[in-house]
């Protein structure tokens, strides 16, 4: 229980704070959600983007494929499909990209 | 061989019946061996590595406590307090991928996660969990994420499609992702492969020339490394994300 001579160490009170924050029994500190999707390399956001785009094309054509083949009205579907899937790709990328919402 | 050595980059997915006649009879293949030996090895290392209760770890209770600590910090950090519900279910998927991801990086073993079946089952497990905690807390309430609060009516038509089909292409983005990122790596792994033996084959400067390619292989083994650990990170990290998108909704 003796004091620590240098600041090298925190003291109780700062652990207890941190331990206490950290099991959600203070209010937690404001943390920036997904902060850590902007640190990586272009590469990395390159890929992201380009799987981003085609995995919504692909959900896109797939159920404009099925619905048209459910109900008979080959091809209208599948264009919709293949639409409202690149359009849903760019709502992706937006929402990965785009300017960040300030925390509510 | 030598000579008529040609690139066979995918034949290393192909999968065969393990465990002799047994595995056979009930199609128990290497990847699900893989599967089964990962597994044991994540159990034996939060066993063994708790075995000690030191108050000063060891090496290997260091590592079994950043385990829990490190995930259980993402999962607070990502989802919020509610998060330490998921903890057990962030964890495991963690460190399923990543056993399955280094695993697959020694000589003669199977990558599972090279195949999109084993990818795609976890992403859907994934996304029918998020979809199940967000209508288990908000109820009717959930379908609202499908047409955001300030959009004009008159849109409505077109933006709850495209919502909708970005909601149904969070599993696919998922499981592509990390699919592709192993088929790539042990496809590269493979070519340069082929490269030395061919290399070899024409003679001594041949020979010398295939340096080059186990040079590069070497390092291409420092980078899939890392790509293991980045893989299964994103793939904890982005559920972590889209659990929060169930929990707070908006």
């Given at each position: 229980m003796t004091e620590t001579k240098g600041d090298r160490e925190p003291s109780f009170e700062d652990r207890l704070r941190v331990a206490r924050t950290k099991q959600g029994l203070d209010k937690p500190a404001p943390t920036s959600a997904s902060a850590d999707m902007g640190g990586r390399s272009a590469m990395g956001i390159g890929l992201r983007v380009g799987v981003e785009l085609v995995s919504a094309m692909i959900v896109g054509v797939g159920l404009g494929w099925f619905f048209d083949r459910w109900l008979h009205t080959t091809p209208f579907l599948l264009i919709l499909g293949v639409l409202l899937g690149g359009g849903a790709g760019v709502a992706n990328v937006w929402r990965l990209m785009g300017p960040k919402k300030p925390p509510a | 061989m030598a000579a008529e050595h040609t690139i066979d980059a995918l034949g290393q997915f192909r999968l065969f019946p393990a465990l002799g006649p047994l595995g056979a009879s009930v199609n128990f293949t290497q990847s699900n061996l893989m599967m089964l030996i990962s597994s044991a090895a994540i159990l034996w290392l939060l066993w063994a590595g708790m075995r000690p209760r030191a108050i000063v770890p060891g090496r290997l209770q260091a590592l079994a406590e950043m385990?829990?600590?490190?995930?259980?910090?993402?999962?607070t950090e990502q989802i919020g307090s509610e998060g330490k519900r998921f903890f057990p279910f962030i964890f495991t998927l963690f460190f399923f991928v990543l056993f399955g991801n280094l695993f697959g990086l020694l000589p003669f073993a199977f990558t599972y996660t090279s195949h999109i079946a084993i990818t795609f089952a976890l992403a859907l497990m994934v996304i029918v969990i998020v979809t199940f905690v967000a209508l288990r807390i908000h109820g009717l309430h959930f379908f609202s994420y499908f047409f955001p609060a300030g959009a004009p009516k008159l849109l409505a038509p077109l933006i709850i499609p495209v919502e909708i089909i970005s909601y149904l292409s969070r599993p696919v983005s998922?499981?592509?992702?990390?699919?592709?990122?192993?088929?790539?790596?042990?496809?590269?792994?493979e070519v340069f492969a082929s490269f030395i033996v061919m290399l070899a084959g024409i003679g001594t400067l041949g020979v010398i020339a295939a340096i080059g390619p186990l040079a590069l292989n070497v390092a291409l083994m420092g980078f899939e490394?890392?790509?293991?650990?980045?893989?299964?990170?994103?793939?904890a990290i982005l559920t972590c994300i889209y659990l929060h998108d169930a929990v707070h909704l908006h």
């Open positions: - | 385990a829990y600590s490190g995930i259980s910090g993402m999962c998922l499981s592509i992702r990390l699919f592709a990122n192993m088929v790539a790596g042990h496809v590269m792994f490394l890392l790509v293991a650990f980045l893989q299964a990170y994103v793939f």
